[in-house]
């Protein structure tokens, strides 16, 4: 009996910061009726919150009345920090969030991600400085949440990521343990998708928190997408929800790293537009390279980014078309290629015609590249919203 109240009180906790992240600025008595707990139980856990660093209170701003004004609660973002990750194919970028999803830390770096073990290893140290620089400011920290670009199965499990040439890797394992040998053995670990977990930087912390259904687009080496559809991120029967750069354009197109042959991604990715600028498959420009060359006005990226992005808009149509979302947004590194995203949004209005239905905001995300590793802290975050207070779980495809 007592662990079913102790499983009832976290669960009565987060719901009340979940109230608070969701209408910041809500009073003690607001927070009873929306919740349905008692004056006495919200009084109780709102301070046991504000001790621990999730909510703050403030005096309203209000004057003029008699007897002492309410205080006003909302996410506390200066005592607690999520680490969050993304595992690119050439780079790994670590940061450390606020609960209100503001970056206090920031790395990235080029890595070879042929040997598994050693990127892994390169990735905890990543994370160990910022694990250090988050406790050195007195931060309290509730795990860390990566970002991969495959297939994840429960158990952090990374079924197959074909852009990274790794297959049935218990990533999730080997970064623990590489935690542990950085002395950091405490973080548990959330794995994700890498688009899912860009999915939920919008949908955890966007600057519109009421949008319930999304699609979140993220352009790379491969094309995924993350999909939020009445505040459930989508995930799929087996973590393979949201491929679409598998969706097959051409059937009888190029060769796919897949095995099949025109994919989204022969057409939508890094190594497309590379092929387009250079007339070879290898070696792929790097994406310092490209923006050094946009940065001279290069006029055969500049081609390559607008074909490569009609090709984006026709995939974006017909997401729309299947899916209804109130929000698409458009992530990762090829999004920073002038023309690109303006091509797939020409196209999809062309393709969506006079339809009212299927028109829909498209837009750039606001974090850049940070997209990812800032939304695999937010998964973490997420998880410990919807499930209480307890370890985050060890994947989220």
């Not at 007897?67 to 973002?77: E, I, N, V």
């Not at 837009?363 to 695999?376: E, K, N, P």
């Not at 209480?388 to 779980?393: I, L, Q």
Request: glycine content about 12%; overall charge neutral.
């Amino acid at each position: 009996m007592s662990g079913d109240q102790s499983l009832l009180k976290r669960l009565n906790r987060m719901a009340i910061v979940r109230q608070i992240k969701s209408r910041p600025g809500m009073a003690r008595g607001e927070l009873a009726r929306v919740t349905g707990l008692a004056d006495s139980t919200i009084s109780v856990l709102v301070n046991e919150l504000i001790e621990e660093g999730w909510i703050k209170a403030t005096e309203s701003a209000g004057g003029g009345g008699v007897g002492r004004r309410p205080k006003l609660l909302a996410l506390d973002p200066d005592r607690i920090a999520i680490l969050g990750a993304e595992v690119g194919v050439d780079y790994l970028n670590v940061v450390a969030c606020s609960l209100r999803g503001q970056v206090l830390f920031s790395r990235m770096g080029d890595y070879q991600h042929g040997a598994v073990e050693r990127s892994v290893g390169d990735l905890a140290r990543l994370l160990a400085e910022a694990r250090h620089t988050m406790t050195a400011a007195g931060r309290r920290l509730l795990g860390v949440g990566v970002g991969v670009p495959g297939m994840v199965a429960p158990g952090g499990l990374l079924r197959l990521a074909p852009a990274l040439g790794w297959r049935e890797v218990a990533f999730g394992d080997l970064l623990t343990e590489a935690l542990h040998e950085a002395r950091r053995p405490d973080l548990p670990v959330t794995l994700l998708n890498d688009a899912n977990a860009a999915a939920l930087s919008e949908y955890v912390f966007g600057a519109s928190l009421t949008v319930r259904s999304l699609i979140f687009l993220s352009l790379g080496y491969g094309l995924g997408a993350g999909i939020v559809l009445d505040d459930q991120l989508q995930v799929g029967r087996d973590g393979g929800s949201g491929e679409v750069g598998h969706v097959i354009l051409r059937p009888d197109g190029a060769p796919c790293a897949c095995g099949r042959r025109g994919c989204a991604e022969t057409l939508i990715s890094q190594k497309e537009v590379s092929r387009l600028m250079t007339g070879r498959d290898l070696p792929v420009l790097h994406i310092g390279e490209l923006l050094d060359r946009q940065e001279r006005h290069d006029l055969a990226l500049a081609r390559a980014a607008r074909e490569v992005g009609a090709h984006l808009g026709l995939v974006l149509h017909n997401l729309v078309v299947t899916i209804n979302p109130e929000l698409v947004v458009l992530g990762g590194p090829l999004s920073r290629l002038d023309g690109l995203v303006e091509a797939a949004q020409e196209a999809l209005q062309r393709y969506a015609g006079a339809s009212p239905n299927h028109q829909v905001l498209a837009r750039v995300s606001r974090l850049g590249l940070d997209a990812c590793a800032v939304g695999a802290a937010g998964g973490v975050l997420n998880q410990l919203l919807q499930r209480g207070e307890t370890a985050p779980a060890r994947a989220l495809a």
